[in-house]
C-alpha cells in the first residue's frame, strides 16, 4: 500500500495569516495515464469530507482562490494564503493512483 | 446536481453483517467512467477507504477488507449497495458513500455518512 505522510500534524493559524499543509507519499503518485491522482479534502467539524484540489493543483467546483495546490512525485502541499474561521477543521491528502486509495493521517488547522 | 445518502443500520451486534444502501441523484451510474466508492471513518481517526464500484461493473477493493467486503449495484434504483461481514467493535465508524468523477480518480460528492456502532 501507499503511505501518505502528512505534516504537521495540527496547524495553529492566526486569522488572515498564512497556512501549509504537506503531504509525502511512499512510492510515487504518477500514474500510468500520465495524471498525478493527488487530492485535498477538507472535514470541517461534524461534516463530511469535501474535495478542495484534485490532481495535485485544480481547484473544485466553489473552492476559493486562496486555497492552492502544488507538488509532484511524491511531494505536494495545500496552502491557504489567507486563513479565514470557516477554513478550520481537518484537511486530508488522499490517493488514487494506486489500489488501495489511502489517506493521510489527517492536519488540523485551527485559530490561535 | 450530484446528491448521495447513506442509509442502514445504526447499530449492529458482533459477528452481523452489516448491509449498507446508498441512494443518489445527479448522476447514472451507467455512464461511462463513473464510479461510487465507500470510505469510512472511526472515531477521531482518520479516512479509509473500502471500496470502489465501477459503472461497467468492475470492483476494487480494500485488500485488508477483502473477504469480509461486497459492493453491488442497482443501476435502475440509482443504488449501490456494501455488505460488510463478520462486523466486530473495531468496525464502528462513520460510513461515507462518495462520487467517482468519470474523468479520473477523485471523490468529488460525499454523502453525509451513517455511523454504525457494533456493540452487544
Known amino acids: 500500500d501507499i503511505v501518505m505522510t502528512q505534516t504537521p500534524l495540527s496547524s495553529p493559524v492566526t486569522l488572515g495569516q498564512p497556512a501549509s499543509i504537506s503531504c509525502r507519499s511512499s512510492?510515487?503518485?504518477?500514474?500510468?495515464?500520465?495524471?498525478?491522482?493527488l487530492s485535498w479534502l477538507q472535514q470541517r467539524p461534524g461534516q463530511p469530507p469535501r474535495l478542495v484540489i484534485y490532481?495535485?493543483?485544480n481547484r473544485f467546483s466553489g473552492v476559493p482562490d486562496r486555497f492552492s495546490g502544488s507538488g509532484a512525485g511524491t511531494d505536494f502541499t495545500l496552502k491557504i494564503s489567507r486563513v479565514e474561521a470557516e477554513d478550520v477543521g481537518v484537511y486530508y491528502c488522499?490517493?488514487?493512483?494506486?489500489?488501495?486509495?489511502?489517506f493521510g493521517q489527517g492536519t488540523k488547522v485551527e485559530i490561535k | 446536481q450530484i446528491t448521495l445518502k447513506e442509509s442502514g443500520p445504526t447499530l449492529v451486534k458482533p459477528t452481523q453483517t452489516l448491509t449498507l444502501t446508498c441512494t443518489f441523484s445527479?448522476?447514472?451510474?451507467?455512464?461511462?467512467?463513473?464510479?461510487v466508492g465507500w470510505i469510512r471513518q472511526p472515531p477521531g481517526k482518520a479516512l479509509e477507504w473500502l471500496a470502489l464500484?465501477?459503472?461497467?461493473?468492475?470492483?476494487r477493493y480494500s485488500p485488508s477488507l477483502e473477504s469480509r467486503l461486497t459492493i453491488t449495484k442497482d443501476t435502475s434504483k440509482n443504488q449501490v449497495v456494501l455488505t460488510m461481514a463478520n462486523m466486530d467493535p473495531v468496525d464502528t465508524a462513520t460510513y461515507y458513500c462518495?462520487?467517482?468523477?468519470?474523468?479520473?480518480?477523485?471523490?468529488?460528492?460525499w454523502g453525509q455518512g451513517i455511523l454504525v456502532t457494533v456493540s452487544s
Open positions: 462518495a462520487h467517482r468523477l468519470s474523468s479520473g480518480n477523485f471523490f468529488d460528492y
Open positions: 445527479g448522476f447514472s451510474l451507467s455512464t461511462l467512467g463513473v464510479g
Open positions: 464500484l465501477y459503472w461497467n461493473g468492475d470492483k
Open positions: 512510492q510515487s503518485l504518477v500514474h500510468s495515464d500520465g495524471n498525478t491522482y
Open positions: 490532481k495535485i493543483s
Open positions: 488522499m490517493q488514487a493512483t494506486q489500489f488501495p486509495w489511502t
